[in-house]
């Protein structure tokens, strides 16, 4: 081989290495605690559903419940990450 292909392969052997994923032990917990917390935050959830029905007329396409929904994820957010912060090694 020449030194630039061994240089070459040496090196992609190197950066493979370095990108070895984690290797979980534990099952994520995340989805667990942000689905127990979706039914603390059924004012947010009901605020977009009403949004949602206001909007299904819209014919212009300009219309959107972006607001509502972010409003909502916010709400089961902050209610999972002390769950999720807790279980963290």
Known sequence: ??????????I??????ARMPF?????DQKPKFEEECKSHC????????ACAE???S??????HCSGQY?????????CAAPKIFTTLK
């Open 42 to 49: 059924t004012k947010e959830w009901a605020a977009y559903k």
């Open 70 to 78: 972010f409003d909502f994820w916010h709400c089961v957010d902050h």
């Open 1 to 10: 081989l020449s030194r630039s292909v061994a240089r070459a392969r040496s």
């Open 12 to 17: 992609g052997w190197a950066a493979k290495s």
């Open 54 to 56: 206001r909007i299904k």
């Open 58 to 63: 819209d014919t212009t396409g300009q219309a």
């Open 23 to 27: 290797e979980y032990t534990e099952e």
